[in-house]
Structures are given as structure tokens and as C-alpha cells.
């Protein structure tokens, strides 16, 4: 019998069809070549980006050693930096400048790895690049949101395959954060209690949505996941602002995160996913109630369209069979 | 200067970046061939699908004929339409058991065409099909909405070419559909009109945006539109619930449909595409404020994933382009 679950956070509900169940080797994808070409990302070619924002270098305190993390402003930028934020009516519809900004973070000088082949201390220099530029624009007042995200691999939108993420920092808050800021919001009001922190707290002794934890991170199949395979992973102390994550615990997330892509990839042979960290609003807002995490959902099957003309979802793998699966995957 | 538009119904802002402008030639996309093989929708192969629920004969009043619509349950169904409607909470979590309906129509007995290439009372007999089986399942009172949407083509989610619809009754009213019907109740409350009536008058007045239009429809691309050329089929005339339009009607609403599917076919070298007819929900509700309409989105861009996870979406052809090209061509 499937079963209808709804999210308790947004309240969508989505149909688990264990009937159709999938595993994991149920889900036929390309394995992606590397496609070769020019690379604007690649060491030498640093002409050929915008000048960087930022720039780790490979060895710490060396800043004649080469790069090992780069932030440039994206050559196409979705929003633009310069400007002022003019806000219009047209008759009954609402718009304004796109004023914003639009950066790539460039996780590594080495085209072919991607951010499961790096070491766990590489991966938080990566974190690390992501909190230092949602601090630095943070203070630009005229933004709202940042958003952080990854798209791995061809099928999940990436247009160029060295290894990157993206920032898009907005004058307005996205739907879908406000969603979760809402429902956060009024489960504190009946509760007190954070909702994030119950479903971590329901998750471990639950167990079976549980894939993996260390001192202070949990990763877990979400009960009402929209996506076969989809993980969040959250910090175990509440926090509601990612770039407040303190290094030690950054090296905790590296490491987590590390696990959990190794795992998908050997799972379901090297997936194309998305990635997306789900922060409080910057600037003042009261938000403390909110529990910074990051949604991670491979891209194993074709069922967009439908699904974003109803915000209705069916997921052919049931949440606790995919962290089954998950978390008794040995890695060597 | 890119710009940030807002939905008027369900407030979703998105970032129309007239920058990366696409016109109609720059989506490259694979032209689909005919995948051959056994296929269960043909006639002849009837005894495959499960026992019909509906058919309609190839000549009207002859039940001898050959059949030209039929409808059958779906033989993977998403949910189940024996049992009890259970609801049931596990800590945190609520869920409920599968119960619904999950059909398909056969549009057409010939496994080659596609809906643009059926004539206009054919596809008004398809569309009749649809409202049939919406207004007898929604005697079901275990039902609380309806959901009718096609996926045309592979890359729209089309597990089987032989062009078809799907149905899904679910026990719950879609969020999307809950953010829509609260949208326009909070527009009547201020306005005392309907929304979606006030969009058409202005895209009507405007011009700029209006694709095409008959006696009783308009089509339009819409002001925040999430896609390049997403399109949406509108009727002029106030009605909540798709199954109460009338045959004079429903045979406008097929010629509009064949002419805006030609169109499309023809800017974009017949892309895949998604529909779903947003309806009212089913039953007592009283939901007369809101409007019934299609929306319909070829499927160019791979842009899914940080979308599904931010609700945040990045248009690259603003609309007045999309509505211009498409106005603006001619069909023979």
C-alpha cells in the first residue's frame, strides 16, 4: 500500500509508492565522460574569469603558492551588482531591478575531482569560502538572501563540469525559505521548541531514516523526501545561520559530507546531484528559530515538469530503504 | 538590466535575466524518434491495460466502431483505490494511507500523433474524456482533488510515447493548489474580483504578453513566468471548476489548444512538454473566487534541482519575447 507523508515543516504532502519501489541499481543514468574543451577554471586561465573575490592558497600562508579555492563574480550573472533597487508596479504585478550578485566559488584547481575526492580538510576550506562571502555580503544592505548551491554533473544543470558552486545573493527572500521560516515559526509558538532540533531528536532514536552521524552532524532520509536518495544533513546544535558554524565543527561537517557523497556515488555510480544550504535570511532579522541544513537530492529520475506545475511529488523509494541502504554501505 | 518579477497569485518571485536572452534556436534539444517496441495503448493490445473505465467510439454513437478515446486505470498505479482512508501520526510525522484513483487517458489509438495533430473535435472528445472522469470521481468523497496533467515526450517524464494523459485522485488538495486558491481569496477579500480575471484584462489591454486568443479563451506567456515559453491557456469567462465548461466551449478551448501547440511545435522543433489543468478542488468546497486554467511548460532548460530545493527560478527569455515569437508566427 503506498503512503501519503506530509513534510512537517512546509506541510507538502508527497506519495511514497513502495509498490514501484526502486533500488538503487532500478535507476538507468549515463555516466558522465569528462567532455574535455577549454576550461575557464582551470590554473592558467585565471584571465579568463572576472578578478577574484577571494582566494585560498594551497599552502596556508603562503600567498605565492598557487590557489586552492577561488571565488570570482559569475561572467553571466543571473543579478547584477551595480545599481540601485528600484521597485515598480505594472498594473496588478510587482517588480524590481534585478539588482543582486552572482559568484562561483571554484572548489578546486583540479578539473577532474569533485568534492568527494578531496580531504576532509580541503572540503571545509570549501565551507569555509562559502561562510567567508555570505559574511562579506551580508553587510550589503540591499540584499535580503544568499543562496548557496551546487549542481554536480550535466543531468543535474551544471553547464561547466570543473568542480563549482554557486552564490546568488538576492533583495528578496525565496518562497520555499519562507515556507520553512513560517513553518518553523509556528511550531515554535506551540512548542517552544525548535522543529528541526524534534525531527534530529525523533530521527536518532527512530533510526531507520538514519544514515549516518558524527559528534555534530546528523544525515538523514527525509520522512516525507520528494526524491529517491534525497538527504538533508543538519547540525546537531541549533543554529539557524550557516557562516556561524565555527571551524572545528566545519571539520565535522567536511568530514560528514564527505561520507555521504562517497556513498551516493558508490550507491548509484557517481550520480549528477544538487545540493542547496537551506540559512536564515541575513541582517536583521529575528530569526533564531530557524535550523540551518543542507538538502541534497541526486537527480536519478525524469519527473520534473508535473511536479512543478502541482508542487505534488511521488517517490518511488521509501526514505527508510534508501538510508537502509545508505548506512550499511561499507567504505573502504 | 535583469529583472525580478513577482507572481500576483502565490507570490513567488523570479529572475527574468534578459541578459543570457534566449530566442527559440538556442535551446538545443534532441529531436525524439519513435522508441518502438511492444506498446500496451495500441489498439489490438487492449487486453494489457487493465479493464477500461471509459471509451469513446470512433464514430459517435456506434459502440461497434473502433474506439478513439479510452480511459484505463493505471496498471503502476501511484495510489490505490481499495481500502479505507487511515490517517495516522508517528511523533512528529503524519501520513495517511495511498488511497486515491491514478488513470490514464489514451488520447488517440494512432501511436505516432500527439495531440497538435489530432483534429479540433477530437481533441474536444479528449478533453471531454478528462472532464467525465473528474466529475465521476469526484463522487468519491474519499477524494479531495484531482489532478490531470501530461507529460509529452521523454524528457518531460513520458515513460510510454503513445501519447497519453494522466489522472490522479488524491485524498489531499496539492500545496501548490492550496497557494493558488489562497491567492486569489486573498485578492477577492480586498478587491471583491476575481484575479485571475483582472490578469487577463490587463494582458489583454496590454498586449505584450498575449499569444493568442478566440471567443471564449486567451493564451498567454505570464508576467513571472518560471520557463522560456511557458504558456498559459486561460478561459475569458469566470469558472472555478474545469469539468462545468460547456461543449460550445470545450471546442474553443481545443482550437486554441491546437494552434498554441503548433505554434510551440514549430518555434521549438517539438519540444517535450508538461500541462496540468489547475482546477478548484472537487466536492463542497466553496471555491467559486478561483479561476480554472492550464499551464503548459515545454521542457528546454535543465535547470531543475537548486529550483526544486530553493524555489527560486531563473528565466532566461522574458516572456514579451517568448508571447512576441510565438504571436507573430505564422501558421499555414
Not at 543538519?234 to 557523497?261: C, D, G, N, T, Y
Not at 549528477?272 to 541575513?282: G, K
Request: aromatic share 10%; proline share 8%.
Amino acid at each position: 500500500m503506498p503512503e501519503l507523508r506530509k513534510d512537517p515543516v512546509i506541510g507538502r504532502w508527497v506519495i511514497i509508492s513502495a509498490e514501484r519501489g526502486k533500488r538503487p541499481m532500478d535507476f538507468p543514468h549515463k555516466t558522465e565522460k569528462l567532455r574535455g574543451g577549454f576550461c575557464p577554471f582551470c590554473p592558467g586561465h585565471e584571465k579568463k574569469t572576472p578578478p577574484e573575490v577571494l582566494s585560498y592558497p594551497a599552502i596556508p600562508g603562503d600567498s605565492t603558492s598557487e590557489w586552492s579555492v577561488r571565488v570570482v563574480p559569475n561572467k553571466f550573472p543571473a543579478l547584477i551588482i551595480e545599481g540601485d533597487l528600484q521597485r515598480k508596479g505594472i498594473g496588478l504585478y510587482d517588480m524590481m531591478t534585478g539588482i543582486g550578485a552572482h559568484e562561483v566559488v571554484i572548489d578546486t584547481p583540479d578539473h577532474g575531482k569533485s568534492l568527494a575526492d578531496y580531504d576532509e580538510s580541503h572540503i571545509s576550506n570549501v565551507l569555509e569560502a562559502y561562510q567567508s562571502r555570505l559574511r562579506d555580503l551580508s553587510h550589503d544592505k540591499r540584499f535580503r538572501y544568499i543562496l548557496i548551491f551546487k549542481n554536480q554533473g550535466e543531468e543535474a544543470g551544471a553547464s561547466l563540469e570543473h568542480s563549482h558552486t554557486q552564490l546568488i545573493a538576492t533583495p528578496i527572500i525565496p518562497k520555499r525559505v519562507i515556507e520553512e521560516l513560517e513553518g518553523a515559526a509556528s511550531h515554535f509558538e506551540i512548542k517552544e521548541r525548535c522543529i528541526y532540533c524534534d525531527i534530529i531528536d525523533q530521527e536518532r532514536f527512530d533510526g531507520r531514516r538514519l544514515i549516518f552521524e558524527n559528534d555534530d552532524f546528523v544525515a538523514i532520509s527525509p520522512f516525507a523526501a520528494r526524491f529517491p536518495f534525497e538527504t538533508w544533513i543538519l547540525p546537531k546544535r541549533h543554529e539557524s545561520h550557516f557562516h556561524k558554524m565555527e571551524p572545528a565543527q566545519r571539520l565535522q561537517l567536511a568530514s560528514l559530507l564527505k561520507v555521504i557523497l562517497r556513498k551516493l556515488n558508490l550507491a548509484l555510480d557517481n550520480p549528477a546531484y544538487n545540493f542547496v544550504i537551506h540559512t536564515a535570511p541575513i541582517n536583521d532579522r529575528k530569526d533564531w528559530y530557524f535550523h540551518w541544513h543542507i538538502e541534497l537530492m541526486p537527480k536519478l529520475t525524469q519527473v520534473a515538469g508535473f511536479e512543478w506545475g502541482s508542487g505534488f511529488y511521488i517517490n518511488p523509494t521509501p526514505p527508510e530503504e534508501a538510508a537502509g541502504y545508505l548506512r550499511n554501505l561499507k567504505l573502504d
